[in-house]
């Protein structure tokens, strides 16, 4: 009888792992087809997308080039809506799913992107329903850890102090603007294509509101110093603060809760952040061109 209790015992622990790995299999099945509906979506988006890319880049005549940008416009919101109606669903999944790890990593994937930036409190209950297993595993504690960065770095709270030299060996401490200035960080690099597309746009919001009390802070994650110092030469930026990561050995970017890049964050002068923007793109432009106009027109 004690042999036979053994023998199912040993069992037991030679079959769990195939047992799991079993049901992870079957998981990541349920995944793909969970995606499939908008993932045709997104293929058909981003197809169209690239037709009036290429449509804009070819005409002549500006109110056609006005007409086809406005539409352009529209299909990148359906994109960022599809994108958010898909994480809704990554939501559901991971709830109906504690105690799977595939579930978790999905989460830590959407949790650093564009789509998951205003869902922090989404995010951190569906994380408390994973089983204690899973939140306590390898992906579970780089999941508590971003959450962390997410939650110091997102609109409402106090920006993350810092103080770093810049490109001149100047120091400069994010302390020195409070009750003077709004502060513009933004997290960019010379290689980052969609950054320097929007420096021309940059420079008209410095020049439009630097005297009424905005201040940029550029901050770059270029490992070379000479193509960093190029680029602002070339750019014609050097008006305002210029810090480096490398440079500097500094975690700002990961203070930020950085992702990518462009990522651009906007502080008011009681250091609490009021905006915050993924990615490139005409809503972001719009939207931090729309805060200004209201923070300054309205002093």
Same mark, same amino acid.
């Given at each position: 009888?004690?042999? &036979?209790?053994?023998?199912?015992?040993?069992?037991?622990?030679?079959?769990?792992?195939?047992?799991?790995?079993?049901?992870?299999?079957?998981?990541?099945?349920?995944?793909?087809?969970?995606?499939?509906?908008?993932? !045709?979506?997104?293929?058909?988006?981003?197809?169209?997308?690239?037709?009036?890319?290429?449509? +804009? $880049?070819?005409?002549?005549?500006?109110?056609?080039?006005?007409?086809?940008?406005?539409?352009?416009?529209?299909?990148?919101?359906?994109?960022?809506?599809?994108?958010?109606?898909?994480?809704?669903?990554? *939501?559901?999944?991971?709830?109906?799913?504690?105690?799977?790890?595939?579930? %978790?990593?999905?989460?830590?994937?959407?949790?650093?992107?564009?789509?998951?930036?205003?869902?922090?409190?989404?995010?951190?209950?569906?994380?408390?329903? *994973?089983?204690?297993?899973?939140?306590?595993?390898?992906?579970?504690?780089?999941?508590? $850890?971003?959450?962390?960065?997410?939650?110091?770095?997102?609109?409402?709270?106090?920006?993350?102090?810092?103080?770093?030299?810049?490109?001149?060996?100047?120091?400069?401490? %994010?302390?020195? *603007? =409070?009750?003077?200035?709004?502060?513009?960080?933004?997290?960019?690099?010379?290689?980052?294509?969609?950054?320097?597309?929007?420096?021309?746009?940059?420079? $008209?919001? @410095?020049?439009?509101?630097?005297?009424?009390? *905005?201040?940029?802070?550029?901050?770059?994650?270029?490992?070379?110093?000479?193509?960093?110092?190029?680029?602002?030469?070339?750019?014609?930026?050097?008006?305002?603060?210029?810090?480096?990561?490398?440079?500097?050995?500094?975690?700002?970017?990961?203070?930020?809760?950085? @992702?990518?890049?462009?990522? !651009?964050?906007?502080?008011? =002068?009681?250091?609490? +952040?009021?905006?915050?923007?993924?990615?490139?793109?005409?809503?972001?432009?719009?939207? &931090?061109?729309?805060?200004?106009?209201?923070?300054?027109?309205?002093?």
């Amino acid at each position: 009888m004690k042999q &036979l209790q053994i023998f199912i015992l040993l069992l037991s622990l030679f079959a769990s792992p195939f047992i799991i790995a079993q049901n992870e299999t079957s998981i990541e099945k349920e995944l793909a087809e969970l995606h499939k509906p908008n993932q !045709k979506i997104q293929d058909s988006l981003s197809k169209l997308i690239k037709e009036y890319n290429l449509k +804009i $880049e070819l005409e002549t005549d500006t109110a056609k080039r006005n007409l086809l940008t406005l539409r352009l416009d529209t299909l990148w919101n359906a994109k960022d809506q599809n994108d958010i109606n898909q994480l809704k669903l990554d *939501f559901d999944f991971a709830r109906k799913h504690p105690n799977s790890l595939k579930a %978790l990593e999905i989460m830590k994937i959407n949790v650093g992107r564009f789509t998951g930036m205003n869902f922090y409190d989404t995010f951190v209950e569906v994380f408390q329903n *994973f089983s204690p297993e899973v939140q306590n595993s390898p992906t579970g504690k780089e999941m508590s $850890e971003r959450l962390k960065y997410f939650k110091q770095s997102k609109v409402g709270s106090i920006a993350p102090a810092f103080t770093l030299k810049d490109i001149i060996g100047q120091t400069v401490s %994010l302390s020195d *603007f =409070k009750e003077k200035k709004y502060v513009l960080i933004d997290f960019w690099a010379s290689w980052c294509a969609p950054c320097l597309e929007e420096m021309p746009y940059i420079k $008209e919001l @410095y020049k439009k509101y630097n005297q009424k009390g *905005f201040e940029i802070i550029s901050v770059t994650q270029d490992q070379k110093a000479d193509l960093w110092k190029n680029a602002i030469a070339k750019e014609k930026i050097e008006s305002w603060k210029h810090l480096s990561v490398t440079e500097n050995k500094a975690t700002i970017d990961k203070d930020y809760f950085v @992702y990518g890049i462009p990522h !651009k964050v906007l502080i008011d =002068k009681n250091g609490v +952040i009021i905006g915050k923007w993924k990615g490139s793109g005409e809503n972001n432009k719009h939207e &931090l061109q729309q805060l200004l106009k209201s923070v300054f027109e309205a002093e």
